[in-house]
């Protein structure tokens, strides 16, 4: 079978792209920006990429072959040349959830991490402890825990975003995006899985939901897919899920949280370094691993409870926290230049720059925390989180606020709630010289965005050097 991919060069639709591969399938796409690294990745697997949606890479050629399956990504609209070409022909087409959900996991033990905030840290982390779980595993007779997986971001611990495993476990970062123009359900209910990690829930994606309530009823889907011999691990903090679960649960459930729930943390480093872990009230033990902040402990819990649900040894998990490298662009030590620090975080969410930011601070003490922040995400760019934007910065000691011509609404409401602390630049070049004027030795630097931010991290790491 031929699949053509549209919108191929996505890193969910990319990681379809690798998995459709290495199920021996034949694959090419196409995608509106064809380059790397996501492209260099796709065509090592020998995939086909094309530039741009035209009608005719969905045509039979003299050197091109028509595909049997077009997988189309939720980026696509109506009124784009390959999408009207693909209907108008009535060519057989598929979202790139169901297409996953149909062919990949309906044979596997689905482990989906969902959740507003650490979605791609967690599903990350859970396939790290279930692949140290396989490598300590002590005779052939016990199940293969070797996971699959598909992740938005590329974990440290792997290097890939995707990739089918040799165990019955997959893990899926479980997003509740709608799935394709032409199906609107969150991509999360394709999955089915066994066990669900509910990681938390908070208003976001402006652009397709009106309120919280609608989220809730998209997580409330996902929990009616969840069988009654499987697990839901659910943070125990957040009341919003407390609401989904109230709706109607079938599964067992079992939380998560900081001094509650059946799987507790106490902190024994205020900056999250390390912690000790009970379950049911009994000591699990202890761990200690490079993350920071409140957050990631709780990421921490809820992967080391959907692991034991698959049948791992929590115990004997400890040890591997350790070693876990964190995905690209979660607080990615970019550079040290004469005493300065220059982080890349993928902060879309006042929550998220909320924690990041107080995980840091109980790092470094009194040590001067300067952010450089992008309104990317489609909620930030409307404005949804705006009022919620100066709280969410209380431990930086400077903010400057890139406001670029296409932002709908006015920064100087976040920067003005700073008392002095925020200032707002027009452009990626302007933030990088007025970061330089402001920079001195000791001094944390935070670059916060969840776009490519023009390389900014890496340019301001230069600039320093130069200098």
């Known amino acids: 079978m031929r699949l053509h991919i549209l919108g191929i060069c996505g890193t969910f639709m990319g990681g379809v792209a690798a998995l459709a591969r290495e199920l021996g399938l034949e694959v090419e ?41 077009v997988v189309v990504g939720n980026a696509m609209t109506r009124g784009n040349p390959a999408v009207e070409y693909m209907l108008d022909q009535s060519l057989r087409y598929v979202s790139g959830p169901q297409w996953l959900g149909e062919t990949l996991l309906v044979d596997r033990e689905v482990l989906a991490v969902a959740g507003t905030h650490g979605k791609t840290t967690t599903t990350s982390l859970l396939a790290h402890l279930l692949e140290q ?46 799935t394709a123009f032409f199906d609107k359900r969150s991509k999360f209910v394709h999955y089915r899985p066994r066990i669900a990690i509910l990681n938390n ?14 989220i809730q009823r998209q997580f409330h889907h996902l ?4 069988p009654g011999n499987g697990r839901l691990i659910v943070n125990a ?61 709780m990421n921490a819990l809820a992967a080391l409870a959907a692991a034991t649900a698959a049948g791992a040894d929590p115990r004997k998990l400890l040890t591997a926290f350790a070693t ?15 005493g300065v620090r220059v982080y890349d975080d993928f902060a879309h969410h006042p929550t998220a720059i909320a924690t990041t930011l107080a995980g840091l ?55 003005n709630a700073l008392n002095g602390r925020g200032s707002i630049v027009p452009t990626v070049d302007a933030l990088i010289d007025a970061l330089r004027e402001q920079v001195k030795a000791g001094d944390q630097v935070i670059f916060m965005s969840n776009g490519g931010f023009e390389a900014a991290p890496r340019r301001f790491v230069e600039r320093l050097r130069d200098q």
């Open 237 to 297: 903090h957040d009341d919003r899920l407390a609401e989904v679960l109230a709706m109607g649960c079938w599964t067992p459930v079992e939380t998560f949280g900081i001094g509650r729930g059946d799987w507790q943390a106490s902190l024994i480093e205020a900056d999250g370094s390390a912690f000790a872990v009970h379950r049911a009230g009994e000591l699990i033990g202890q761990v200690r691993w490079p993350l920071l902040g409140h957050h990631s402990v």
């Open 133 to 178: 779980a396989s490598l300590g595993q002590a005779s052939r007779e016990q199940a293969d825990l070797s996971p699959g997986f598909l992740i938005g971001g590329v974990p440290g611990n792997f290097g890939v975003s995707a990739r089918l495993g040799s165990g019955k476990p997959f893990v899926i970062e479980a997003d509740e995006y709608d």
């Open 361 to 415: 601070r109980a790092r470094v003490g009194d040590a001067r925390i300067l952010v450089a922040l992008e309104p990317r995400s489609n909620s930030m760019r409307q404005g949804a989180h705006a009022d919620a934007l100066a709280p969410s910065l209380a431990d930086a000691d400077a903010v400057i606020f890139l406001h670029r011509a296409e932002l709908a609404w006015d920064a100087s409401q976040v920067t």
């Open 324 to 338: 876990f490298q964190s995905v690209k662009r979660r607080m990615e030590l970019v550079g040290e230049v004469n």
């Open 201 to 214: 829930l908070e208003y976001d994606h402006a652009d397709i939901f009106p309120d919280v309530a609608a």
């Open 223 to 226: 929990v009616r897919t969840v």
């Open 29 to 69: 796409g196409s995608d509106a920006n064809v380059y790397p690294p996501m492209s260099t990745q796709l065509e090592a697997l020998g995939i086909e990429l094309m530039q741009g949606y035209k009608a005719e890479h969905l045509q039979p050629a003299r050197d091109h072959v028509a595909p049997d399956l």
